[in-house]
């Protein structure tokens, strides 16, 4: 049974950081494609931060050089560091992985282009 279970949201402060965890079961983690996603209140999700394959990392362009996405391969975890935080950052951010969908070299993909998702986890960031 694949399980993706994200943990790390919170509340905090402009300027502040959060790292968020998920933790992946149930599937081959190494070279599966695995990937950040958020979602706001009215707005579509959006890709935030993705890999390829366990390749290039592409980012959204609204968290270049904020964001980090990192691949633990002997834990099965994929983090996101998230630094310098916005207001426009709150949203649900799930975990995502393996893909069903071939998209292109620094490309984000849409979010049905992978099968597995997480429950979510709550970022809040306050003016």
């Known amino acids: 049974q694949v399980q993706l279970m994200e943990s790390g949201g919170g509340s905090v402060q402009s300027g502040g950081s959060l790292r968020l965890s998920c933790a992946a079961s149930?599937?081959?983690?190494?070279?599966?494609?695995m990937g950040w996603f958020r979602q706001s209140p009215g707005k579509r999700r959006e890709a935030v931060a993705v890999?390829?394959?366990?390749?290039?990392?592409t980012y959204a362009d609204s968290v270049k050089g904020r964001f980090t996405l990192s691949l633990d391969s002997a834990k099965n975890t994929v983090s996101l560091q998230m630094n310098s935080l916005l207001p426009e950052d709150t949203a649900m951010y799930y975990c995502?992985?393996?893909?069903?969908?071939?998209?292109?070299?620094?490309?984000?993909?849409?979010?049905?282009?992978?099968?597995?998702w997480g429950q979510g986890t709550q970022v809040t960031v306050s003016s």
């Open positions: 995502a992985a393996f893909a069903v969908k071939a998209w292109g070299a620094s490309i984000l993909p849409d979010p049905s282009s992978l099968r597995y």
């Open positions: 890999t390829k394959n366990f390749g290039l990392v």
């Open positions: 149930g599937f081959r983690f190494a070279g599966s494609s």
